[in-house]
């Protein structure tokens, strides 16, 4: 099958990979770090899209930090440029994906306040060098199923199709070993919620510095335990995953340590359309993090690069208290800063000889980061059912250009689910030397889970 490179100004297409695809020319290769950033998304700006001159890869001058510290927001001054309203959402339906205008039809209080673009996304210099090269070498094996040569960096920067769109998703950089808790609330039409709190932590061989290429990870590309400590009837809850790197060959490994049992078990439902962990039913374990696992039971369509509302440089979001952020029917649309954006468009069709709640994903992945900013989910029946909202922030103390709070607003409900939340949780260990693959087993997981 022969690849042709896909760039600015794609048209829709169709691709699902039957084996090995060929490289990048090198010509277009050369463009990273030229006219196009070391992401691959244009360094040029256009309108109200600044250019992109480096991003913040360092603490900026004027906020205060030392390790440990909250991140402070750097545009604390900037103003509201707008404010998008159901009522005046017909001017802005240009840059408002299906999702925006659908809450802000729903629900009379939803808004959107809008501020300057400020293209902050940056990494280490060793992720742009690995990207380059990806460019060059990476290849989608398995009929889409995996990825094969490239690593550390995204592995298909100058993209070819929407197969090689999710996997520089699922494949982007979050650092090597991390260590987090955070907050999920799944929160009632009236307000009310309960915080499920979880400790949990990886290793992303992904970035592994010490590998050379995607072969050399044992077709696992993180570890993962997740802990749920409170509330007490959920603690002692712990899930241990192995995230396939190439599924054809070996699908994602899961096993679930009950207190209740006190027993691990396989846990081949933590996949797919299983309502996710701690998520009260209101979304799929495929839907955590926008978008991970597999993506082997849709047929994958670019639908163009657009310019976009997405929810970016989320500080003030991240610094608010539960109590001020989470409110009935949707969040605090105070705290929560949009940008315009340029972002990859690129849907998901079910297959017809598979099955999932889902018979349609849009995505609104954002050019900078590659990282999913925004979805559409849609229901058996064709209809919008739920609206998923990352909210992207750059974390200049790594440096990487990552997530913030996660949202899932189920339309049908009239419910959302608040998850990933850091707001009042210890700030993340991005640097946790001190984790060991030998840790993830599955005699490690009733350990933690013992009570």
């Known amino acids: ?15 699902f990979a039957t084996g090995a695809l060929a490289k990048v020319p090198e010509a277009q290769v050369n ?3 030229q006219d196009l950033t070391p992401m691959g998304s244009e360094k040029a700006g256009d309108g109200d899209i600044p250019a992109w001159t480096g991003g913040i890869a360092t603490v900026p001058s ?13 545009f604390a001054s900037d103003p509201i440029k707008f404010t998008i309203t159901g009522e005046n959402a017909g001017q802005y339906d240009d840059i408002l994906t299906p999702g925006y205008k659908a809450l802000l039809k729903a629900y009379p209080t939803y808004k959107m306040n809008v501020y300057e673009s400020r293209r902050t996304c940056a990494f280490p210099d060793k992720y742009y060098q690995a990207t380059k090269r990806n460019a060059a070498v990476g290849e989608l094996v398995g009929g889409g199923s995996g990825v094969s040569e490239a690593i550390f960096g995204s592995p298909f920067p100058i993209p070819n199709n929407a197969l090689e769109m999710i996997w520089n ?38 970035s592994d510095p010490s590998a050379q290429r995607a072969e050399d990870l044992e077709n696992i590309s993180i570890y993962y335990i997740a802990n749920t400590i409170a509330p007490a009837r959920a603690a002692g809850n712990v899930i241990l995953v192995y995230e396939a790197l190439n599924a054809e060959i070996q699908p994602r490994q899961a096993w679930q340590y009950s207190p209740g049992t006190r027993r691990v078990r396989r846990a081949p439902n933590i996949a797919y359309d299983n309502p996710g962990t701690n998520s009260d039913g209101l979304s799929t374990s495929d839907s955590f993090d926008g978008y991970n696992g597999a993506p082997d039971r849709y047929d994958w369509t670019v639908i163009g690069k657009n ?3 997405i929810s970016a440089n989320a500080y003030d979001a991240e610094s608010s208290s539960y109590s001020e952020f989470l409110k009935p029917l949707h969040l605090n649309q105070d705290k929560v800063r949009y940008e315009l954006r340029r972002v990859w468009e690129f849907e998901a069709k079910l ?101």
């Open 1 to 15: 099958m022969k690849r042709t490179t896909l760039l600015v100004s794609a048209l829709a297409i169709s691709v």
């Open 31 to 33: 463009r990273l770090g």
């Open 62 to 74: 004027n906020v205060s930090y030392k390790p440990g510290d909250k991140l402070a927001n750097p």
């Open 169 to 206: 998703h699922t494949l982007r950089y979050r650092a090597f070993k991390v260590v987090r808790q955070f907050a999920a609330a799944p929160v009632t039409r009236s307000g009310d919620y309960t915080l499920q709190i979880v400790q949990d932590e990886a290793i992303l061989t992904w």
């Open 307 to 309: 310019k976009r509302l």
């Open 351 to 451: 297959r017809p000889d598979t099955r999932h709640v889902y018979s349609r994903r849009v995505y609104h992945n954002d050019s900078d980061a590659w990282q999913i900013a925004s979805a559409e989910l849609y229901d058996g029946r064709g209809q919008l059912w739920r609206v998923q909202e990352i909210q992207q922030i750059q974390r200049y103390n790594v440096p990487l250009c990552g997530s913030a709070g996660e949202i899932v607003y189920d339309l049908q409900a009239g419910r959302y689910l608040a998850l990933a939340l850091q707001n009042e949780e210890p700030p993340v260990n991005y640097f946790a030397d001190e984790l060991d693959k030998n840790r993830y087993t599955p005699n490690s997981i009733r350990q933690l889970g013992v009570r």
